[in-house]
């Protein structure tokens, strides 16, 4: 087996690893909070000014929620090796069918915001190495830490406050309009912006400091060509796979943003499933977030494996 059907092996077997793990953390999780299944999940159904015990315990004896716990999850377990993600115990529906329309305004938002990343963070960062010491580095750098650290709840309510609210110029919420992506792309980008720029910045000033970059100015090339042709290329390696490892604030921002900008996906989907103790929704939407990060993962170590020659043949 090929470097590349190893890859692809060990990234099946770590997607099949995600699945149990997630979907068993979510039940037991989903297990562990207090207070009565059967009734929330009526209080999502019927509205909470609807729901009393007699409601609760038709839906406790509709759903089999006073089975034993191991044998509901056996029975999760028996479903999901036939691909079988289940069906919402507060809507009825399918949950994959759930999951295909959710799944694709994340993919949307999750996509705008690393292309808006990578128009903006890695440039930034090579900027930054080529003005090393001065002025505009210091603040440049200074900014995307800052930036870096604050949580995206609180950079998408500053975007809210100032955009939709101050100067009306984007709607605050909503999916409908085409304005209507600006805000949760910019809250998601922000954050791996300022880390891709920081992060381009080491690895570009490591390569103008390298022996190779020396030998290419000793060619005569002018410091652009230098650049351009040696340098950003050698730090175009690190920075992708150190992308890889801050998927996970994506996949985090996903849950926070589309609960903020009410985005219909499985982020938003998986905060509704959580309240109403919707326990196949719950799985389901953990499993997908779950799958995403591996998917996104594998496609890091590909470009890595397309950019640096050392990782083909290792």
């Keep these: ?30 297990e562990a909070l207090p207070g009565d299944q059967a009734f929330r999940i009526a209080a999502a ?47 009825g529906e399918s949950v994959f069918e759930e999951l295909v329309h959710q799944l694709g305004a994340t993919i949307g938002l999750s996509l705008a915001a690393l292309a808006l990343t990578a128009l903006v963070g890695p440039p930034l960062g090579v900027v930054f190495a080529v003005r090393a010491g001065k002025p505009s580095d ?24 100032v955009f939709a609210s101050w100067l009306a110029i984007v709607p605050a919420a909503g999916y409908d309009q085409p304005q209507s ?18 992060v381009s910045r080491h ?8 022996s190779q970059i020396a030998f290419a100015r000793t060619k005569g ?18 920075v992708v796979a150190y992308l890889g490892v801050q998927l996970v604030y994506l996949v985090e921002g996903v849950v926070v943003v589309e609960s903020l900008f009410a985005w219909p996906g499985i982020g938003h ?20 977030m779950g799958l995403l990060f591996v998917l996104l993962n594998a496609g890091v170590d590909f470009a890595c494996r397309a950019i640096d020659p050392r990782v083909r043949h290792a």
Excluded: K
Excluded at 5 to 23: F, H, K, M, N, Y
Excluded at 62 to 91: H, K, M, N, T
Excluded at 181 to 198: E, F, K, Q, V
């Design 269 to 288: 989907a998986l905060v509704h499933a959580v309240i109403s103790r919707d326990i196949p929704m719950l799985q389901g939407t953990a499993l997908a």
């Design 221 to 238: 090339l002018d410091e652009f060509d230098v650049v351009r042709r040696h340098a950003v290329r050698n730090a175009a390696a690190p």
């Design 181 to 198: 992506w600006l805000l949760p792309t910019a809250t998601l980008a922000l954050g791996l912006a300022a880390t891709s720029s920081i």
């Design 1 to 30: 087996m090929g470097g590349v059907g190893r890859a692809l092996a060990g990234r099946l077997l770590q997607a099949v690893g995600v699945a149990l793990l997630v979907g068993i953390l979510c039940f037991l999780l989903a």
């Design 138 to 161: 210091a603040v440049g750098t200074a900014a995307a830490a800052a930036l870096r650290a604050l949580p995206s709840f609180a950079v998408g309510i500053a975007l809210m406050v």
């Design 45 to 91: 159904r019927y509205g909470e000014d609807m729901v009393n015990g007699i409601a609760a315990d038709a839906v406790r004896a509709e759903l089999g929620l006073d089975r034993p716990a191991w044998a509901r999850l056996g029975a999760w377990l028996f479903d999901i090796a036939r691909l079988d993600l289940g069906v919402s115990l507060v809507s």
């Design 203 to 210: 690895a570009t000033l490591a390569a103008l400091r390298s």
